[in-house]
């Protein structure tokens, strides 16, 4: 029996943001579908399958802020069940622009308040490194397109899926 060649068990995960990051993600696809079936293994990515699988992986890419304690607790078994984790566009590095909400005035967190008691936010949105490790960033809104290839290319190469 053949060996069957080695792929990097990937997940993708998305908290409090526009989402634009798996918009560009999925249109990577058109590009690089061919080449990527062959060398990564997508255990979880809702946006692209319907039966996800939260188990061991070598990547986890986290797209987003974090904005309640349900989300951090989800986050932190990701982060658990990862090797490395990348975190992914703005609101994941940075926070913002989820967490404009962070620097609102007293007047308009009332406004606001019904909103984050119906959905359980907590006071503050959080950037993920405030929640969990994070081994490698990439920043934009959406992501820098080139810096997540050149990500990728480099944990391919790390996880021993190509020779670099």
Do not use: H
């Amino acid at each position: 029996m053949p060996d069957t060649p080695k792929k990097l068990r990937v997940g993708w995960f998305s908290f409090t943001c526009c989402e634009d990051s798996t918009i560009i993600f999925t249109e990577l696809l058109n590009d690089y579908f061919f080449r990527w079936k062959n060398l990564l293994d997508i255990r979880y990515a809702k946006a692209l399958r319907t039966k996800n699988i939260l188990d061991q992986l070598d990547v986890a890419f986290v797209e987003g802020a974090i904005s309640s304690q349900n989300q951090a607790e989800k986050l932190k078994k990701i982060r658990g069940l990862s090797t490395k984790l990348v975190a992914i566009g703005s609101c994941a590095v940075s926070g913002f622009p989820s967490a404009q909400r962070n620097l609102f005035d007293q007047a308009t967190l009332s406004e606001i308040k019904p909103i984050l008691e119906r959905f359980s936010y907590t006071p503050k949105v959080l950037k993920v490194d405030e929640v969990v490790k994070v081994d490698v960033y990439v920043a934009g809104c959406p992501m820098d397109e080139k810096k997540f290839l050149e990500v990728l290319d480099t944990l391919l190469v790390e996880f021993n899926v190509i020779v670099g």
